[in-house]
């Protein structure tokens, strides 16, 4: 399996889960030389390859997936993005339009093209599936301002996934996007209303292993409950 965003956060549990259930994982992260506790437990989990994948790297994501040419990929997770707010720069009246690009060539681009890379991958593994983490405030919208390119960017994955979820079903590859729920990943304090990491990750991998091909393009979230846009 591929996932992005592997040296932090909800990344990093799924590289643990997956390697728990026997799973090879190319875990990558645009930074693997700061990427200390991934590198530790690479070191300690022969199963798992620590590689350079940047989203906003173009021709890195198609240099990476040369270097896999002709291996099957059962399962890609897109999971790396880029998650904050509010910032002044994304409140309507202070909008940073730089940031534009940033957001959406990282939250949107970024797992479009990871996905189109290694579509050759998953094509070729037994019934592969592509995971990408949405949020259900991408649909609904979080009721403040200043998550205006967060929610953007992750309504257009939802999107964008849906002609992705189309060629999926030709091909035979599943296609899902997932919410993980509310996840203490910034060292925030836990609140009731959190999902303990560990069961938000574990949910998500279940949700995968039981969708199947007729649902491709449904959206789920972490407790297997089905996400209406
Ligand atoms: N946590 C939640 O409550 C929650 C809720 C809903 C959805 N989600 C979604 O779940 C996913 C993971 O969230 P998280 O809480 O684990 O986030 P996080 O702790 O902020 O980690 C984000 C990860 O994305 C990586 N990343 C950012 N920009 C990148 C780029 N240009 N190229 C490659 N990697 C990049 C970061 O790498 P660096 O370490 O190098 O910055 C980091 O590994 C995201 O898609 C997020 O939107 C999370």
Request: net charge neutral; proline share 5%.
């Amino acid at each position: 399996m591929l996932i992005t965003g592997a040296n932090r956060g909800i990344g990093f549990e799924f590289v643990k889960q997956y390697t728990d259930k026997g799973y090879r994982v190319i875990a990558t992260c645009r930074n693997p030389n700061t990427a200390a506790e991934l590198n530790a437990f690479a070191e300690s989990h022969p199963g798992v390859t620590v590689e350079r994948l940047d989203l906003v790297d173009l021709e890195g994501i198609d240099a990476l997936a040369e270097k896999y040419a002709g291996q099957p990929i059962d399962v890609l997770v897109n999971n790396a993005a880029l998650m904050r707010g509010p910032d002044k720069g994304q409140t309507f009246g202070t909008m940073d339009y730089e940031w534009f690009d940033q957001w959406f060539h990282t939250n949107a681009r970024g797992p479009l093209k990871v996905t189109e890379a290694f579509w050759p991958n998953l094509v070729a593994a037994d019934n592969g599936i592509v995971a990408s983490l949405t949020t259900g405030q991408g649909r609904h919208g979080i009721p403040v301002l200043g998550f205006a390119y967060y929610k953007a960017s992750k309504a257009a994955i939802d999107n964008l996934f849906l002609d992705v979820a189309r060629k999926g079903k030709s091909d035979g590859v599943r296609v899902i996007t997932v919410s993980p729920g509310r996840v203490a990943t910034s060292g925030e304090a836990p609140s009731p209303r959190m999902v303990p990491i560990k069961d938000s990750i574990g949910g998500m991998i279940r949700v995968f292993d039981e969708f199947t091909l007729e649902q491709n393009g449904r959206a789920y979230r972490y407790n297997g409950t089905e996400s209406i846009p």
